[in-house]
């Protein structure tokens, strides 16, 4: 079996240890030579890959070990590219949330207003990423969880039309873990699944077990009354208290479109009011994490580039994000997986834009995926989509045209956003505190 390497772009992201650990635990599936970090900034990368370097050393030492800021080391003799970028880190993430709920519109790193602001930093930061792959490894293929997803994989669909990306989202894959732990089933892996949307915009339409059986029944029920909520004491990333309130509203979007399961984050384009009432303006997301997980993980990082030693160390291996390796051994392996995948749509869904880019099924191979068919899609889901989609497709324009009406649109036609006006206070706002990294719009 082939031995890969890999680069991860974004090296001194706090997820990146949980990665480390979780390929290291999955070699006998996808065996692997050498591994790159890479990111542009070298100060906070050198504390993330420094550990992550012991790490390695630790469980599997014949592994080739690179950190590095410049693009033709990393990117030469790669196999795959792992990309999990963060323009402007979290402080900027703390912008995307408290100003839009300054104007009372949901404060959110990939819905609405903030997802948007989110979105135009990103879309530089990714098509720099694709654009050293193909320079260096040509052959190479980039696994993309790099948020916005939605935004960023339409921009890679009208900019770098041919490259080589898939664009993948883990939350469809922490909701099917919660659902297997509502219907008793070991692993989400026992179900097979149908779901079209858009990402962080979709519903689950079928859910049966390897013999066909329908699982649904028992879900809905479940779902009705709890949402996707479940006993959390032994659960693993995404339980601190703002996550179990999100699976618990999951109820009230449920109830909405009760033949299907939704995307948790679906609660922000059918409630945003509630969403809003109940966030502290002062201290958002970001601050939780910035004071939560970021301070955990730097410390532990820093204790274990000290000690040369993980001996006592805290840090855990991300075991949901071992969908990546079941991505990466599909296309290098030809496995023919079944995945849920960001896709331009032509056709998957029949009564919907072929331009769009939605999130369906897939079978993927060495050629990438192939989506599978979903038919018509209701109106009400539809109407939803189509909104949604605009907006996607308009703020890629903004960026691509500098055209500051484009983005205004955009923020206007988010369902979050209450009138033009607050869309154009708003925009003024987010120009002001990103003026280091989005295009001068005119």
């Known amino acids: 079996m082939k031995k890969h390497s890999i680069v991860i772009a974004g090296g001194g992201s706090t997820f990146t240890p949980g990665i480390v650990l979780m390929l290291l635990d999955n070699l006998d599936r996808l065996p692997i030579r050498q591994i790159k970090f890479y990111d542009n900034d070298e100060a906070r990368q050198d ?28 990117f030469t003799d790669v196999d795959f590219v792992m990309a ?43 098509l720099e990423l694709v654009d050293y792959m193909e320079q260096y490894s040509p ?48 692993s989400r892996k026992e179900m097979q699944v149908r779901y079209y949307g858009l990402n962080h915009f979709g519903w689950w339409t079928s859910i049966t077990d390897q013999s066909g059986n329908d699982l649904m029944p028992q879900l809905k029920a479940h779902v009705k009354d709890h949402g996707y909520a479940v006993d959390f ?29 939704p995307n948790t984050y679906l609660k922000y384009y ?32 820093k204790r274990i580039a ?37 896709v331009e749509n032509n056709g998957a869904i029949s009564n919907f834009e072929p331009t769009a880019m939605i999130e369906v099924p897939c079978i993927v191979g060495k050629n990438g995926p192939e989506p599978l068919t979903q038919g018509e899609i209701p109106r009400f889901q539809k109407g939803l989509m189509e909104q949604q989609v605009a907006v996607e497709k308009l703020v890629v324009e903004a960026y691509e045209e500098g055209s500051y009406q484009k983005l205004w649109q955009a923020l206007t036609l988010s369902r979050t956003v209450p009138n033009a006006r607050v869309a154009k206070a708003l925009l003024d706002d987010l120009i002001e505190a990103n003026k280091d990294f989005w295009p001068t719009l005119k």
């Not at 990306?165 to 659902?179: F, H, R, V």
């Not at 032994?234 to 909405?256: C, E, M, R």
């Not at 079941?326 to 296309?331: E, M, Y």
């Open 233 to 261: 004491s032994n659960a693993g990333q995404h339980v601190d208290k703002s996550w179990q309130d999100t699976f618990k509203k999951v109820k009230d979007v449920y109830a909405l479109a009760p033949d299907t399961m």
């Open 139 to 186: 052959d190479a293929w980039m696994l993309n969880y790099s948020n916005p997803a939605a935004i960023v994989a339409e921009a890679t669909r009208k900019l770098r039309p041919n490259a080589k990306i898939l664009n993948i989202c883990d939350m469809p894959i922490s909701i099917e873990n919660l659902m297997a732990q509502i219907l008793g089933l070991k």
């Open 47 to 74: 504390i993330v890959a420094d550990a992550c370097e012991v790490i390695i050393k630790e469980k599997a030492p014949e592994i080739n070990v690179v950190k590095t800021i410049d693009p033709e080391t990393a």
């Open 306 to 342: 000290e000690n040369q030693s993980t001996e006592g160390a805290t840090l855990e291996i991300d075991e949901h994000a071992s969908y990546i390796v079941d991505l990466a051994r599909a296309i290098a392996y030809n496995t023919g997986e079944r995945m849920l995948l960001i």
């Open 84 to 126: 999990h970028i963060r323009v402007g880190k979290y402080k900027m993430r703390e912008m995307d949330e408290k100003i839009p709920l300054k104007y009372g519109v949901v404060g959110q790193e990939t819905c609405g207003p903030g997802g948007m602001s989110y979105g135009m930093r990103s879309i530089g930061g990714v």
């Open 270 to 301: 059918l409630y945003p009011q509630d969403e809003v009432e109940k966030t502290d303006p002062n201290y958002t997301r970001a601050n939780q994490v910035m004071d939560g997980r970021e301070k955990h993980v730097f410390t532990e990082c």
